[in-house]
């Protein structure tokens, strides 16, 4: 059994890491922290798993959290795991951080998003947690950097076109849309359920702090800079992220050609669902899964990608089990592998 | 046109004041207060109204407000009202207040229910504003409690009832349900979207603060002392309250007798709706309009009653406007008679 | 391995059954059955489950089933499963029935609810599914008549309660409320989103086929004819379902007593949670999982009870996968035992 | 005071007219048709007019018709409106035709996406009924093809900016999203509350019959053969519609100069909004109103356009009313101008 601690375990995605660790076959979930609830059991603060997660949730302090726990996930703020990761891999831990402060490779990139960053060293180091690209990296990483949600949704699709060369770069548009849950559980006026009911807007159009992540990668991986337009959406949901994508082909190819492109590369990935012809999509076919659907369709020399993710698993906390679960030599869907909901 | 002022006017209540006064044909809307958004555009906060309520918000200052409007609506937490509505009357203006301080004739009830009540003789001279009611007291008071939306949905099929002792006082039991919007624009965890989405629950059961409100009513109604039990449950809507009512019958009677007695009750008050046999009210078929839609069944010797409003319109601010159009002796439906939306 | 089929597969409650039972660990899916969708893959219409349970659904023929499976779950509308589940037991299977065909002992009271009875014999030798409740007729049943969802959050509350003389059963009120897939996957008006969302209202009010079906075990458990006020509701969600009943306490109580009979009684069953004092059940704590969320009040003489489940799960094909624990030997929550979602 | 008539008046976009018309205050309603309703009240299939609209739902005959009314609305699904629209322009009568049958002045593209026309004479007379842009030819036409909802959202962003060559028509792209009202009132699986809520989805990815709609008006507007990518998706919310389009410039322009434009073409059309920097449209600004809400961001070269609208009312009969004003010389806003819910 591994021993396994969550930082941040009363957010949304902290509180999603507990669902799925909970139920881990080989984890065994032995600390939680949480600064606004410290002391309080966790059922008390999300009621459904009364009788299934009623450990207290602790403060933070390093001393204690490494001496319960081998892996640790930080699900907090940026800005704060930086301050706390060192530490913790100091003391010989591996760390899964949800964070965006160790996603960024190019420190400048980070910086100019973010904010000053005080581990730049460990930064570099770090492995991009998107399990199903950099497997390698992730599993001789001590630090990873779990994606955003909107970069998985983005990336997973585009990722083995890129590298097969068959989109122009420079036309990529990522039309995205994430259900409400992404913004976290922290009060706001604009997550109140009467402002988001029957409500759908936009919001920091191209300026969302997940494009540099996302212009990072695909820079790396297409061998030069690449800058997408990208603008996210708030859905009236709890859970779920679709990203319809658009891109010019870099030169002709069929839908087929297309589809089985991405099919090779997720051969045997069983996370990543490429659909066959005239299957799209939708959000309530992954919801509470570790899921990502992909589908495709060409019109003229445009390639519509559309993918299709839970915004909190595979895009934030069942992807962050699924990096441990490489790290640690276990099967990749180990905790992570059940039947989801027709419904 | 009556110059009219809003106190309070980016809470939810307050806002519908906006709305509903920008249309009202004989009712000037002059100025707005907030404290939170004092110099900020109406329409910054509601981009609904955009380009029709841009008004600015202003601080509240009784000289200001007194000098704009000759009645004032105060949509404020309870509390407040009380210590600037003295200050107003003194300055000849007539209030509607949409807080629980003026409610209550007995202001031992208020002040077990809420806090010490600092402005008991008015309090006295306060009309309860449930307008098909009390319609007389309405018309001569310059001071007008608005009643909760709870008890809205609850006397308006009770008090007929009562009247003509067709039903045993002590066993009533009214479980209601509401949109969400009832618990306001204040940003709190439980009012999240991701919170209320596929929830349901009941809340504050049997000690809920309309609970002494209806006994009041109900109490004076009936002649003797009435303690219902009464549990509010939140719905996963925005706008909406429906109350199933139960009591037992006083005597023998039959569907139709009731049906009867309630139609006579209301015969002539556009904003009460008896529906005939086998029509049942719905929340949808209510929404964002000043109607009360009440059906009823008789099950043994079991009444069951069902009412229907929107909290924010009945239940709040077109009550409120009802009863300026009453006191003002416009026609009680003036700015009030809009068609609903069909879905 | 037991091997099991599912007979109506492609409805809410039959998917939901497929969910659970992919994910047994110790029954196999052997064959499902569709009229509708027979010769079509169940993930075509379920895609969620894509890659997962892609098995073909199948036209119904006795002998196919019996064939390949030695327990069934028939989730049919009512009247079809009495005329195809005598041949079942004939071949030597046991079955477990979802509909309402073998609820009822008392064939009368089913005749008066639904239609002529053509299996009375085998009626009277079913097992009422309430799984905690009458876990040894089910253990050596060969027909399990599983209980409507409404009956299981009505029962599961009372019983215990019942049985201990606590409460006045000719005082019961249940104030139920459910999500709408419990109306099923049959297109209909009443089931659009744009008539469910924002809408809530009572139906069938004191005329729900749920009703002598609750009368029923609700007299046997108290030894004289129980008839219960019974109005049931539509919710704006997909699945939950909440029942909020009022009976007069037969005697002087206090809540730590009622507590302590409903713990007393579900001692051991890791499904029914008595929430301590000052919780609440909530859909959306028990939404995907087997739970009932039992909670408990005083006002003066009158008792409060509420109680939470997904209505396809503990209301349907959970339960029923209980049922066919029990009836196999097995741990009771084999295959229910998933972590639930905090949100 | 106009007699009108309504033709098809129960589907959603038929009984948003009776709901329109209802309160329009220089129009009466004369009349009613529905085939499946005929002899049923209106306010018996929309309880929420109970008391304003009681009429009778009649069968359609154009001698009927024509006697009551002068203009005609026909809320019909494509094909018939083509059969039943000459017969009423013979008798005098001035139609708005809410389906595709007259919005293609080239009814080869129209057959290619729908079927054979039997009334293309009529076809290249009617005017295209997208107010705010062919408000002479609407004036003198005696049969408007109201546009499809999609169409108005894509068409009045893009409009303006064509005819001032801001932008590279070949690099259009339109990414639609659409309550699920907008598949109308017909029973289907896809459309029930279950499969909708917590979904989201592409649908008819470059395929939308809406698309060579969209198409023709832009080919007209910019003189040469335009073909844009267009997808549409369905959102969980009963009433509205947003489009994210994304363009070239066709040359160096400023975020300032393109809302410029948009303004001063919108200069005096109450109906649409252009939105000031940094305020950006949301389908819950514009529910349930006649407004059309723009809102601009540039990226590198690209830019970025929103438009928001109710698709029952400016996506169709609010658009129609509108029409309808135009035609008859009256204040294109008369019955239009209610004042919108904050929330």
Redesign the interface.
């Known amino acids: 059994m591994i021993r396994v601690g969550v930082v941040g375990a009363t957010g949304?995605a902290g509180?999603?890491l507990?669902?799925?660790l909970?139920?881990h076959p080989e984890a065994e979930l032995s600390v939680i922290t949480s600064r606004q609830y410290a002391g309080t059991a966790f059922s008390d603060i999300?009621?459904?798993?009364?009788?299934?997660?009623d450990m207290l949730c602790e403060s933070f302090r390093t001393e204690d959290i490494c001496e319960k726990a081998d892996i640790i996930f930080t699900a907090l703020p940026h800005k704060l795991p930086m301050e706390i990761v060192p530490e913790l891999l100091k003391k010989g831990k591996r760390v899964v951080d949800l964070s965006a402060d160790f996603r960024f490779r190019d420190v400048k990139r980070y910086e100019s998003a973010y904010q000053p960053h005080c581990a730049k060293e460990l930064s570099e180091k770090a492995a991009y947690g998107l399990s199903e690209i950099y497997r390698e990296e992730i599993q001789s990483a001590d630090i990873i950097g779990n994606p955003g949600c909107y970069p998985t949704s983005v990336l997973l699709p585009l990722i083995p076109l890129i590298r097969e060369n068959l989109i122009d770069t420079e036309t990529i548009?990522c039309?995205s849309?994430s259900?409400?849950?992404g913004a976290g559980?922290s009060?706001?006026?604009t997550?109140?359920?009467?402002?988001?009911?029957?409500?759908?807007?936009?919001?920091k159009?191209?300026a969302h702090r997940h494009n540099p992540e996302m212009d990072e990668v695909l820079s790396r991986e297409s061998g030069k800079e690449v800058?997408i337009?990208f603008?996210p959406?708030l859905?009236?949901?709890?859970?779920?992220m679709?990203t319809?994508g658009?891109a010019n082909l870099a030169r002709t190819a069929k839908e087929a050609e297309i589809r089985e492109c991405l099919q090779h590369f997720y051969q045997g990935r069983?996370f990543v669902?490429i659909?066959p012809e005239g299957?799209?999509?939708?959000?309530?076919?992954?919801?509470?899964?570790n899921f990502c659907?992909i589908g495709c369709?060409i019109?003229?020399k445009?390639l519509?990608l559309?993918s299709?993710i839970d915004n909190l698993v595979k895009g934030a906390a069942g992807q962050a089990v699924q990096n441990m679960n490489i790290m640690c030599g276990l099967d990749e869907s180990s905790g992570l592998d059940?039947?989801?909901?027709?419904?």
Chains 1, 2, 3, 4 share one sequence.
């Open positions: 949304y509180a999603e507990v669902r799925i909970q139920g999300y009621p459904a798993l009364y009788g299934i997660a548009i039309d849309k259900g409400v849950s559980r009060p706001s006026v997550s109140l359920y009467s402002e988001v009911a029957e409500s759908f807007k936009p919001y159009v191209a800058s337009t603008v959406h859905l009236p949901m709890s859970r779920g679709l319809t658009y069983q669902r659909l299957k799209i999509p939708n959000t309530l076919h992954v919801r509470s899964s659907d369709k019109h003229g445009r519509i559309v299709a059940w039947v989801p909901c027709p419904l």
